[in-house]
Nanobody, 124 residues
């Protein structure tokens, strides 16, 4: 059974940092594009960042560029999202996702596997 399990969410003050992790099981994700999306209450799921299976290729939403960093450790079948300078607008459930195509898509429908999400709350 293929699973993606997120962890590392929590409550943090504005300006603080969190590091999210997403561990895959049931399949090797080293050849997949991996991504983070987020969904705030009453809003649609939105793209945050994606990372290629090719080294050094990443893509970020404008809203997080310069503050968030996506990375992956293929040996551990895990991806990470380092979030710095957090803002109240970053409050959402954060989901990791995997897609078997090569493009760093920002469209949720392109992704084949999803985790259950982890809550991030940023207080002002």
């Amino acid at each position: 059974q293929v699973q993606l399990v997120e962890s590392g969410g929590g409550l943090v003050q504005a300006g603080g940092s969190l590091r999210l992790s997403c561990a895959g099981s049931g399949r090797t994700f080293s050849s997949y594009v991996m991504a983070w999306f987020r969904q705030a209450p009453g809003k649609e799921r939105e793209f945050v960042a994606a990372i290629s299976w090719r080294p050094g290729i990443t893509r970020y939403a404008d809203s997080v560029k310069g503050r968030f960093t996506i990375s992956r450790d293929n040996a551990k079948n895990t991806i990470y999202l380092q979030m710095n300078s957090l803002k109240p607008d970053d409050t959402a459930i954060y989901y990791c996702a995997a897609n078997r195509r090569t493009a760093l898509s920002d469209y949720p429908g392109e992704y084949d596997y999803w985790g259950q999400g982890t809550q991030v709350t940023v207080s002002s």
